[in-house]
């Protein structure tokens, strides 16, 4: 259950800081932040 609720979490702060990048437009800091998140999150 902790391990779901976790996993939610990081989707929700991903999302957030997906949207806050769209916003931005900051899309090369993107892809350098969210390969590793993925590696980390598998």
């Avoid at 999302?15 to 900051?26: E, K, S």
Wanted: charged share 5%.
């Amino acid at each position: 259950m902790s391990r779901l609720s976790g996993s939610l979490v990081q989707a929700i702060e991903w999302l957030v800081a997906f949207v806050n990048l769209l916003l931005t437009n900051d899309v090369p800091f993107l892809l350098t932040w969210s390969i590793p998140a993925i590696f980390i999150g598998l």
